[in-house]
């Protein structure tokens, strides 16, 4: 598999570079662009005031340590100088001004597409601290915030980008296929060539090379499985609209007639001089070094924990495959991992013309090197375990992901037949009702691309957040054990075949006909080498899927239960279907869960033939229902799902929740 692969290199190079050249990867400096002092330097408890840094960090690889041999096509960077290349990063740092007030643990962000989110998330303030620092859970704890850019085509102002040179053979330009699909919310008459999500471009893709190459081509189809429809090149072009005019354009595909809602449409066209994306695993194993052991270090720690969200879940997931938590000098880079909602997913992170931004939804990012084995812990952690290197490690679902993310492969066997065993340095975690990103409160439905058929499941993950740091952090400083996996098992009858799913038949509600599967896919020969030349790849197999089993009221069995599942006044599905005004009314929404609230009464219930019991039959009052939802919070704390802090914000929602559900 490509963790395992390495790139060549002639004996008499390596040689030399080993005996002339320096091989140890090195952070050759450090560019600041502001430094402020955070809210007035407002104190942070024993933390003190706290500043935010913004620049970029320079790196050097040597080509000839064999910890970067894996990184593709870094031997045919244009910037190869005396054995090494260069690259650099963006980084936002939030640090204390004191650094010995900290509390020595640095929380490594890896950015979705560039965007820094997890001071907001955790601490409910503005991300750049300018007005609001929320709760300063983060800052009065005495952490290091840090989000550096790992990603070369993120896009958007204030992204934090990864600056990587392209890779020439022998001086000539290396070229390519490269693919995209997408399925619109809305008719359009052209579309831009990268990850359009929710009306957003996630991530910026190639140009085309050769618009007039007969490698070019648009098909189009129905659904993932379906079969694809080649559109006549007569059809289409690469233009776009300018002031009414369609002139040539090398990041647009213009239809005639325009693309229609609801149908996956896939392009596949030449490129050429890729960019070595590979290194932004490097910029993560490297600063999280320089943190620990230089003693200039702009950001200093002791520990540093390295944390992804979804597409940097996944980054994680596929940095620890690979092999690069071990340093150039075979030191360990991440102290700890908590990789959040990545499913069982990797990604197209090092490869010849990567696309970072690709994942696995629904109906778009279908059939990309995301999904693909190996699944479980003990194959990714094969390189880690050699170097001894293995971080502590949390690995964090929410009922999404295992429709929407394959999820259940991560502790289960290939064939889907038996729950897979977990190493010790390993917790999964799965959060029951939660989708891939919080819903709002109260419950609304989605909009644009996202628009399901039911509102969002509004459960917060935030208060997860906060106990798993901390959780963490005393994991690693203290080895002060976190809570034990949490997560449906085929053992106990919690984890079953689609076909064994029990969901209550609520009225007016349509239950998806499938979940997303990962499967065995061929990309060509040099695949293993990070080279991709098949594209469609051929598709083989489908691995098994399994979902979480539910109750009576359609609330998943088995997992972290927050009160609101534990002490329900709706249901919380994790699936949600298209909503017919944006086409293809049968397949599922990407990211969306779904809430379905309790009939209020009896009378209300037995109207509509809803087979799940009202609010009024199962608990007397709110008073009744707060005592119980109460001890559900209670429960979380002890078993520190949920910081004692935290308890009494819960309970606060507890008596919204009941209101929005009772009005």
């Not at 010995?100 to 962000?109: K, R, T, W």
């Not at 409160?441 to 509102?455: N, R, T, V």
């Not at 229902?625 to 109460?630: A, M």
């Amino acid at each position: 598999m490509l963790g395992r692969m390495r790139l060549r290199a002639s004996t008499s190079f390596f040689l030399l570079a080993l005996t002339v050249f320096p091989l140890n990867a090195r952070v050759l400096h450090v560019d600041v662009a502001t430094r402020t002092t955070v809210l007035n330097g407002r104190e942070f408890t024993t933390a003190g005031a706290y500043e935010r840094i913004t620049g970029r960090v320079y790196f050097s690889l040597p080509v000839a340590n064999p910890h970067n041999q894996r990184i593709v096509d870094l031997a045919h960077a244009v910037n190869l100088k005396n054995g090494e290349v260069e690259f650099s990063a963006d980084f936002v740092a939030v640090r204390p001004k004191n650094v010995d007030q900290g509390n020595g643990s640095m929380l490594l962000e890896v950015p979705n597409r560039g965007n820094p989110r997890i001071l907001a998330l955790v601490d409910g303030g503005d991300e750049d601290l300018s007005h609001d620092a929320g709760d300063a859970w983060l800052l009065r704890n005495g952490y290091t915030i840090v989000s550096l850019g790992w990603q070369w085509d993120a896009q958007g102002e204030g992204s934090l980008r990864f600056f990587a040179p392209v890779a020439k053979e022998n001086g000539k330009a290396i070229t390519g296929l490269l693919r995209g699909d997408l399925m619109l919310s809305k008719a359009t008459p052209e579309i831009p060539l990268g990850h359009l999500t929710d009306g957003h471009l996630g991530g910026l893709e190639y140009p085309v090379a050769a618009p007039d190459d007969p490698g070019n081509v648009l098909t189009v189809r129905d659904s993932r499985e379906g079969q694809r429809s080649i559109i006549p090149r007569a059809q289409w072009q690469f233009a776009h609209t300018v002031d009414g005019h369609l002139v040539p354009a090398d990041r647009f595909i213009h239809l005639d007639g325009g693309f229609q809602p609801g149908k996956i449409y896939e392009y596949v066209y030449v490129v050429a001089n890729p960019v070595v994306a590979g290194g932004g695993f490097a910029a993560i194993r490297d600063f999280s070094s320089y943190a620990k052991h230089d003693p200039n270090s702009i950001t200093p720690a002791k520990r540093v924990y390295g944390e992804g969200i979804s597409q940097n879940g996944r980054f994680l997931r596929d940095f620890l495959y690979q092999g690069f938590n071990a340093d150039e000098e075979g030191r360990i880079a991440l102290d700890g991992v908590l990789a959040h909602v990545a499913g069982a997913g990797r990604g197209s992170f090092n490869y010849r013309f990567a696309q970072p931004s690709r994942d696995a939804q629904p109906t778009s990012s279908v059939f990309f090197p995301t999904d693909i084995p190996p699944f479980t812990d003990a194959a990714l952690l094969q390189h880690a375990a050699t170097d001894n290197v293995v971080p502590r490690i949390f690995f964090s679902n929410t009922s999404y992901e295992y429709w929407g993310r394959a999820a259940a492969l991560i502790h289960v066997s290939p064939d889907a037949q038996q729950d897979a065993p977990i190493s010790d340095s390993v917790r999964i975690y799965h959060f029951t009702g939660l989708q891939h990103f919080s819903g709002p409160f109260p419950p609304e439905k989605g909009w644009g691309d996202l628009h399901g058929q039911q509102p969002e499941s509004p459960l917060p993950i935030k208060y997860f957040w906060r106990a798993m740091i901390a959780n963490m952090d005393a994991w690693v400083r203290n080895d002060t054990l976190p809570p034990p996996s949490s997560y449906p098992r085929i053992g106990d009858g919690n984890l079953v075949a689609l076909s064994a799913y029990a969901f209550p038949q609520i009225p007016g509600v349509k239950l998806p006909h499938e979940a997303t599967r990962a499967y065995r896919l061929d990309f060509g020969p040099d695949w293993e080498q990070g080279i991709l030349s098949i594209q469609p790849p051929k598709v083989g197999q489908a691995y098994p899927v399994l979902v979480p089993q539910v109750d009576a009221d359609g609330n998943e069995r088995d997992g972290v239960r927050l009160p609101e599942i534990a002490v329900p006044l709706a249901t919380y599905a994790g699936w949600n279907l298209r909503d017919p005004s944006i086409g293809a009314p049968d397949q599922r929404v990407a990211f969306e869960a779904s809430y379905l609230p309790f009939p209020r009464t009896a009378a209300e219930r037995q109207k509509v033939g809803d087979p799940r019991k009202s609010i009024a039959e199962r608990y007397v009052n709110r008073e009744g229902y707060l005592v119980r939802y109460k001890a559900a919070v209670d429960d979380l704390v002890q078993q520190r799902w949920i910081l004692p802090e935290d308890r009494a914000a819960l309970i606060d929602r507890g008596d919204q929740v009941w209101i929005e559900a009772t009005k």
